[in-house]
């Protein structure tokens, strides 16, 4: 059974920082891509950024130079760096993995979300 759990949300004020973390957990052999995503109320979850095992990444374009993804391939885990935050950022923020290998094979999970709240 494999967890991602995210941590590291809160309120900020516009101009803020945060940095989000996420950790896989389980009987895991490896993390191909690992991704974050956003969604604010009423509207459809969007992709944030991603990063590769080897390192690649690629952001959302209203957030490059803002945010930063990264992640530590030894811990299962993987960072989002939010600087220069946004009321416009405000969102539930979920950690994707894609795919994971264990004893079954490979499969994506998702983590359980953390709130992201900008505004004065």
């Known amino acids: 059974q494999v967890q991602l759990v995210e941590s590291g949300g809160g309120w900020v004020q516009p101009g803020g920082s945060l940095r989000l973390s996420c950790v896989a957990s389980?009987?895991?052999?490896?993390?191909?891509?690992m991704a974050w995503y956003r969604q604010a109320p009423g509207k459809q979850r969007e992709l944030v950024a991603t990063i590769t095992d080897g390192g690649s990444t690629n952001y959302r374009y209203s957030v490059k130079g803002r945010f930063t993804i990264s992640r530590d391939n030894a811990k299962n885990t993987v960072y989002l760096q939010m600087n220069s935050l946004r009321p416009e950022d405000t969102a539930v923020y979920y950690c994707?993995?894609?795919?994971?290998?264990?004893?079954?094979?490979?499969?994506?999970?998702w983590g359980q979300g953390t709130q992201v709240t900008v505004s004065s």
């Open positions: 389980g009987s895991i052999f490896s993390i191909n891509a």
């Open positions: 994707n993995a894609d795919p994971v290998y264990t004893d079954y094979g490979g499969d994506d999970y």
